[in-house]
């Protein structure tokens, strides 16, 4: 009978597991329109794991080559560089910014419109791959279509 509860348990265990590996979330996800004939672009968005996760790698059929990069100042010089991965902790929005970390689009197979979308897909350790669309904002924007980026909450009345 201890064998019975025992793997009654774990089959709890592995459905709990599951039901939150399905619980990533990825909200926001943009990227700004390209001028004219531009090679490449950058894609936004935040995450939240409900466990701790790591993204490993992203790829787009809009672009030959995608990757995390980290944009950071030193001495005044504006750099950029590749990031293998990015650590997500448990219950933490980790967001991908203008300015910071971000999605690297190289290669731009077509230029990318306000008001058009594209798949995204997401590779994370344990989450597996993730899709999101995401929706192309003006060439300036400093967010995602359609929300403020003054960066307060509105509040809703109901």
Known sequence: MSNLVLAAACVLLAGAAAAQTAAIEIKDAWARATPGMAQNAAAYLTIVSPTADRLTGVDTPVAAKAGLHMMSTEDGVMKMRPLASLDLPAGKPVALKPGAV??????????????????????????????VTVLVGDVGAMGMPGHSSGGTATPMHH
């Open 102 to 131: 971000h999605i690297m689009l190289a290669g731009l197979k077509q230029e990318l419109r306000p008001g058009q979308s594209f798949p995204l897909a997401l590779h994370f350790t344990t989450a597996g791959t993730r899709q």
